[in-house]
């Protein structure tokens, strides 16, 4: 809890949100960047190596059809691709060792990217955390965009965002995210105040959501003879 009459610093990945205590990030970006290195280092990265060699499926294709694509014995975006992520890894792996005394990972992609999660709660106080954040999540663009997997996880549409912001309840939505990776927790976040909650906040949460929900049907319903009364 920030004491009286500090101020408690923001985000340094840009969010807005408030960084947790002993971290230079919120726990929103600290989640979503674990979310992201799991990926790497399970599924997206598997992904990549079926596309790698001109197997994976680019591009979705009518049921039934035939792709009119033949593939090719080596996909150089590719292998472009993992070659950029390769190199990024293998700079904070680097940083690992030289500052926190870490050993090395093996040199591939998924032993390296596990590896950073492993140290995400030292990484998430160190002064580069911001550019770890934006970097991780660079790379997952850029191999969902060569796999041509759509950018987003399964998303579910939860409600209305309840949470006050500068006393105005944020106009945004929830939705929930559920990762490809089974070990990694799902989260229900707002795409426009930021707001972030865990799992198992989500009891309270959806009666906050429900609570929003009846009082915007009451409004609506004021409204509606409100405008019935002046026709």
Same mark, same amino acid.
């Given at each position: 809890?920030?004491?009286?009459?500090?101020?408690?610093?923001?985000?340094?990945?840009?969010?807005?949100?408030?960084?947790?205590?002993?971290? $230079?990030?919120? *726990?929103?970006?600290?989640? #979503?960047? +674990?979310?992201?290195? @799991?990926? /790497?280092?399970?599924?997206?990265?598997?992904?990549?190596?079926?596309?790698?060699? $001109?197997?994976? *499926?680019?591009?979705?294709? #009518?049921? +039934?059809?035939?792709? @009119?694509? /033949?593939?090719?014995?080596?996909?150089?975006?590719?292998?472009?691709?993992?070659?950029?992520?390769?190199?990024?890894?293998?700079?904070?792996?680097?940083?690992?060792?030289?500052?926190?005394?870490?050993?090395?990972?093996?040199?591939?992609?998924?032993?390296?990217?596990?590896?950073?999660?492993?140290?995400?709660?030292?990484?998430?106080?160190?002064?580069?955390?911001?550019?770890?954040?934006?970097?991780?999540?660079?790379?997952?663009?850029?191999?969902?965009?060569?796999?041509?997997?759509?950018?987003?996880?399964?998303?579910?549409?939860?409600?209305?965002?309840?949470?006050?912001?500068?006393?105005?309840?944020?106009?945004?939505?929830?939705?929930?995210?559920?990762?490809?990776?089974?070990?990694?927790?799902?989260?229900?976040?707002?795409?426009?105040?930021?707001?972030?909650?865990?799992?198992?906040?989500?009891?309270?949460?959806?009666?906050?959501?429900?609570?929003?929900?009846?009082?915007?049907?009451?409004?609506?319903?004021?409204?509606?003879?409100?405008?019935?009364?002046?026709?």
């Amino acid at each position: 809890m920030t004491a009286p009459g500090t101020t408690r610093r923001e985000c340094e990945a840009g969010c807005g949100k408030p960084a947790a205590d002993g971290w $230079g990030i919120c *726990r929103g970006c600290h989640r #979503r960047t +674990g979310m992201h290195l @799991s990926d /790497i280092a399970g599924d997206l990265t598997a992904e990549m190596e079926t596309t790698l060699t $001109g197997q994976g *499926r680019t591009g979705p294709d #009518r049921v +039934g059809s035939r792709s @009119s694509v /033949i593939p090719l014995p080596f996909d150089p975006q590719a292998s472009a691709v993992i070659t950029d992520v390769h190199a990024k890894l293998v700079g904070w792996c680097l940083l690992l060792r030289d500052e926190a005394g870490a050993d090395l990972p093996a040199d591939t992609v998924q032993a390296m990217a596990s590896h950073a999660l492993g140290w995400l709660d030292w990484l998430a106080k160190h002064p580069a955390v911001e550019e770890l954040v934006a970097e991780v999540a660079e790379m997952v663009r850029m191999i969902e965009h060569a796999i041509d997997l759509p950018p987003t996880r399964s998303r579910i549409f939860v409600g209305p965002c309840p949470e006050v912001v500068e006393d105005v309840r944020c106009p945004g939505e929830l939705w929930a995210t559920f990762p490809r990776n089974d070990a990694i927790s799902p989260s229900i976040a707002c795409g426009l105040c930021g707001a972030t909650f865990e799992p198992e906040q989500w009891s309270r949460l959806g009666d906050r959501v429900r609570t929003v929900k009846r009082s915007e049907s009451g409004s609506r319903r004021l409204m509606d003879a409100i405008i019935g009364r002046s026709a």
